[in-house]
């Protein structure tokens, strides 16, 4: 009896294995293969991979923060969310003066601000799983045999899967809103962008971070 279960489940499995193959979705693979093309690019260098894999609201964002790098001063920064006042800081105070004044649209900044983070996190690494929900995709990533996963946020736009680098902002907001958060850095806002800046030594160089970039 046993031997013959033994046969029918041989006889049962390439059928499964063919219908699992079958029925695998079409749009979890157009992700896993954009995720794919998006690593390739960063990782050779690729100068387009921002105006190639990024999406929208991501360009929007990174358009505003252009703005504001040229034009608003420390009062005009303090009406900004956290995550934006302190992208903009970030960026005076890690871009040369002269490189900011030769970066014209978005994409240029996306690539000077993210390629060397996103290269070190996509180097070695593989897709583990992916959850498609409609129009929103996670990748969970991970270092060849590590447990840790690393997600990367994918939204559909009309010319395809693109990734969403400003997806974290809102959980940033959140997290600094909380009372005891706030008590901690000394109860305002501008108590903690200062804490801030001085714990990252943003205000340890000659440039004055808090003024417009010309």
Do not use: C
Not at 76 to 103: C, D, F, G
Request: hydrophobic share 35%; no cysteine.
């Amino acid at each position: 009896m046993k031997s013959l279960y033994i046969l029918i489940l041989l006889l049962y499995l390439p059928f499964q294995i063919q219908a699992q193959k079958t029925n695998s979705n079409p749009l979890i693979e157009n992700v896993k293969q954009t995720f794919t093309e998006f690593q390739t690019s960063v990782l050779k260098g690729d100068k387009e991979w921002p105006n190639k894999y990024v999406d929208a609201n991501s360009i929007q964002y990174f358009d505003h923060i252009l703005q504001l790098i040229h034009q608003a001063d420390s009062a005009q920064l303090m009406e900004e969310k956290y995550a934006t006042i302190l992208t903009v800081l970030y960026t005076r105070y890690l871009i040369p003066n002269e490189k900011i004044s030769t970066i014209k649209n978005s994409y240029d900044l996306i690539y000077y601000l993210n390629t060397s983070v996103i290269k070190i996190n996509l180097e070695n690494t593989v897709v583990k799983d992916i959850k498609l929900d409609k129009k929103t995709a996670i990748v969970f990533t991970s270092i060849t045999e590590e447990k840790e996963f690393m997600p990367y946020y994918f939204s559909l736009q009309n010319d395809g899967w693109k990734v969403n680098l400003i997806i974290d902002n809102e959980n940033f907001e959140q997290s600094f809103a909380r009372e005891e958060v706030m008590n901690s850095y000394g109860g305002t806002k501008e108590k903690i962008i200062e804490s801030i800046v001085h714990e990252r030594n943003w205000d340890n160089s000659d440039k004055n971070i808090w003024q417009p970039i010309p």
